[in-house]
């Protein structure tokens, strides 16, 4: 079974995601910034990453970057999920290394879709 790590600084919207991804079937662990999320992938290893871009102590952006530098981690998809839903946003997280991006608010098959396509293509 796929796993998934949800990072998320919202509670409600980390609980949301993670269910929602449970319930399609996946395992899912989560991460409330950016510093847990590098530790929880080291820790954990998942097979994808759902990753917001504003977080406190480390944002999205440099998340994503660090994971896609790293030769051990940078084959891991990496889905971002923010309310920053700009044309400019879409595309300074896609140079960042982000394999798709979903603007909040999503629809949840959108955001399901998304995350089984890109583990089906790995």
């Given amino acids: 079974m796929n796993m998934v790590l949800v990072v998320e600084d919202s509670i409600t ?3 949301m995601i993670t269910n929602l991804l449970r319930d399609s079937g996946l395992r899912v662990v989560s991460a ?3 510093v847990e999320a ?8 998942p097979d994808l990453v759902v990753l917001d871009i504003v977080m406190p102590r480390m944002n999205g952006y440099e998340v994503c970057r660090r994971l ?6 940078q084959l891991v998809p990496v889905v971002m999920c923010s309310s920053k839903g700009e044309e400019f946003d879409r595309y300074w997280g896609m ?3 982000a394999d798709a991006y979903i603007a909040k608010p999503f ?4 955001l399901v879709g998304t995350v089984k396509q890109l583990l089906r293509n790995q």
Wanted: charged share 35%.
């Fill in 38 to 45: 590098l530790s929880q992938v080291a820790n954990d290893r």
């Fill in 107 to 110: 629809q949840p098959q959108e």
């Fill in 68 to 73: 896609k530098q790293d030769p051990e981690t």
């Fill in 13 to 15: 919207q980390r609980q």
């Fill in 95 to 97: 140079r960042q290394g």
């Fill in 32 to 34: 409330g910034d950016g």
